[in-house]
């Protein structure tokens, strides 16, 4: 159980256009997501917190604009890089919160494969 | 802000031996909860283990085990028997119970087994 799934995982964009990721809870509820990005050798960033119903938090520095975040049901949401650029270029992991009550694994969370986005 | 800290970039370790992993955080908190986490190149993000601050007992899961020194503020992973299957990225995570519970992690230790 507590599986996260993220599509698509891997995509190749020109510069200049949008690329939607989606990421979701397989067998669980999150009402919670977190959006992540993390550079070659490097650790992971929080981007912004993904909230079901509501607008997204985002961290400080990161383009609201840029990255939008839509979690329209307690399975999904969804990352839309808009006007992507190269340096956009990246790899996005998500992790979903287990709202649950399921003993000792509500609020954990579980994270997806995540999604390496090449802008060309 | 939460901070964490991970000292060394690369660690390396024959196989069947036993290694140790640091990692220090900083928090003003008293109830927060610590992970260690391991990226292997399909860089899929794993749990290798928690820690409740609350719980004085170091967690320990298998091969691998924590010492979890709150005063200290830190939170050491140690691999026992070590694989080759066990080489990864290592990442030390803070969350705290309360709020929005984001993970703050440190900046990793790359593990490499020798044969």
């Known amino acids: 159980g507590a599986v996260v799934s993220q599509h698509p995982s891997r995509v190749i964009c020109k510069s200049g256009t949008s690329v939607k990721i989606e990421c979701r809870s397989l067998d669980f509820q999150a009402t919670t997501m977190f959006w992540y990005r993390q550079f070659p050798k490097q650790s992971l960033m929080l981007m912004a917190t993904s909230n079901e119903g509501s607008k997204a938090t985002y961290e400080q520095g990161v383009e609201k604009d840029k990255f939008l975040i839509n979690h329209a049901s307690l399975t999904l949401s969804t990352l839309t890089v808009t006007s992507a650029h190269p340096e956009d270029s990246s790899f996005y992991i998500c992790?979903?919160?287990?709202?649950?009550?399921?003993?000792?694994?509500?609020?954990?969370?579980?994270f997806g494969p995540g999604t390496r986005l090449t802008v060309t | 802000a939460q901070t964490v800290t991970q000292s060394q970039p690369e660690m390396s370790v024959q196989e069947a031996e036993t290694v140790t992993l640091s990692c220090t955080y900083d928090t003003s908190e008293s109830d927060y909860y610590l992970f260690w986490y391991k990226q292997p190149p399909s860089r899929q993000m794993i749990l290798v283990i928690r820690q409740e601050a609350y719980k004085q007992q170091n967690a320990t899961e298998n091969r691998f085990s924590v010492n979890f020194q709150k005063a200290a503020k830190s939170f050491s992973l140690k691999i026992s028997d070590s694989q080759l299957g066990d080489a990864a990225m290592y990442f030390c995570a803070y969350r705290s119970a309360e709020g929005a519970q984001k993970l703050v992690f440190g900046q990793g230790t790359r593990l490499t087994i020798n044969p």
């Open positions: 992790s979903a919160r287990d709202t649950g009550g399921r003993p000792g694994l509500a609020y954990e969370q579980y």
